[in-house]
């Protein structure tokens, strides 16, 4: 389980890029395990308590002066670099 934070948090875990984070999930995923990302409330985030639960943080790397997403910029992050991840289609298209 990944937990997704803005906060530095006095524990030790190791903390991703949304994209080190889905290539990391890939790599377990592709080897049949399952995995979760936890999302925090738009007012307060996650709990440190909550956060102690996950095996792996995964932080956007942000302005530090604006370093809070709504929940659903970050859904669209994470779930953008998880589909980049396991994708290997063109890069490229002509129209």
Known sequence: TYATTARRREMVKPIFTAKGGAADMRGH???GKKLGILFGRER???TSDEVAL???IIEIPMN???SSLNLAQAVLVVAYEWF???YDGPQAAMT
């Open 44 to 46: 307060h985030g996650l």
């Open 64 to 66: 530090p002066e604006h």
């Open 84 to 86: 980049q991840a396991g």
């Open 54 to 56: 996950c095996d792996g």
């Open 29 to 31: 995923a592709d080897a």
